[in-house]
């Protein structure tokens, strides 16, 4: 009797408030994102006289050419220095494709793979070491460090490897950061029965890393790599920074923004340059999002 009153009890007052905000916030950025894929369908003319509403006639008659239009007259201008000289060049979608895959699928990668490997042994290896590495991630997420680009940008260059895709993944080689933290806490969770056995077994310390642990991780460590995947494929400060010759989709697009190209100048021509940029992410998120939304389950051990 008392587990049916527990089944049907109704929603508390809070409950309800929290869902009615979060439904009005998914329902905001739905609209916006459907604003932005009508407004790549229009017209300019169209566009002016039909800013809100979707675009008019059937769906074959949209501007679906403008999708098009944007590889064949979206580039970004770069200089070079070859042989001493100054050369004027324009990287085009494709390349900046290139690079956008380079800078994302990398650094995400690495940016996922160092923390989780030093949350592993940090955890799992009791040294007195692991505790000052922790120390050293809270204080630098505590304590913000202003001012360090100057410097880092002229070490780069002095050390040749300002401007380079494979300079830049060495920049990315750190621990520092929360998802240090979301490994470590991870790995302290798994029972150290698994890694006792497999010693048992003969495995090394690599093979046990590797064979047992990081798939007991699996579902975190997709999950934040593609955190990451999308906060570099949406960042174009770096690339504006660092990779200046190498210019991604986000920084083309937030060229566009500033120094507006003549055939890219319109609302609808950047529009659909924003939404090339933005249709891989929902692809990744479409294909992994089981793997991503799933349940970690542990189970195997036995008294």
């Given amino acids: ?10 929603p508390s007052p809070l409950t309800v408030t929290l869902g009615i905000l979060l439904a009005l916030y998914a329902l905001s950025m739905t609209v916006l994102l459907l604003w932005g894929v009508f407004t790549a369908l229009k017209t300019q003319e169209e566009f002016r006289q039909n800013v809100a509403l979707p675009p008019g006639g059937a769906p074959w008659d949209w501007a679906w050419g403008n999708f098009v239009r944007v590889f064949e007259n979206f580039y970004v201008p770069v200089t070079k220095i070859v042989n001493g000289t100054a050369v004027q060049q324009n990287i085009w979608v494709e390349e900046m494709l290139l690079n956008t895959l380079l800078y994302t699928v990398g650094g995400a990668f690495i940016q996922t793979a160092v923390p989780c490997a030093v949350a592993y042994v940090t955890s799992k290896f009791r040294f007195r070491f692991s505790a000052v590495v922790q120390g050293i991630v809270i204080v630098t997420m505590i304590i913000p460090i202003v001012g360090s680009q100057a410097s880092e940008l002229e070490l780069l260059m ?19 950061g929360m998802y240090y933290l979301v490994f470590f806490a991870a790995f302290k969770l798994i029972p150290d029965d698994y890694a006792e056995a497999a010693y048992i077994d003969g495995a090394s310390e690599w093979r046990v890393m590797i064979s047992i642990m990081l798939p007991l991780v699996a579902t975190t460590f997709f999950t934040v ?32 923004s500033t120094e507006p190209i003549q055939e890219m100048s319109t609302v609808p021509m950047r529009m659909a340059a924003c939404i090339i940029m933005a249709v891989p992410v929902l692809a990744v ?10 349940n970690l389950s542990m189970g195997g051990i036995k008294e």
Avoid: C, E
Avoid at 1 to 10: A, D, F, L, T, Y
Avoid at 285 to 294: E, Q, T, Y
């Fill in 285 to 294: 998120f479409i294909v992994f999002r089981n793997k991503l939304m799933g």
């Fill in 1 to 10: 009797m008392k587990s049916n009153v527990m089944k049907h009890r109704r």
């Fill in 225 to 256: 790599m593609l955190l990451k995947f999308i906060d570099f494929w949406n960042d174009y400060q770096t690339p504006l920074l660092y990779l200046p010759t190498h210019p991604t989709l986000a920084y083309g697009v937030f060229r566009l």
């Fill in 158 to 176: 002095r050390i040749g490897i300002y401007d380079t895709i494979w300079g830049n993944w060495i920049q990315k080689f750190n621990f520092l």
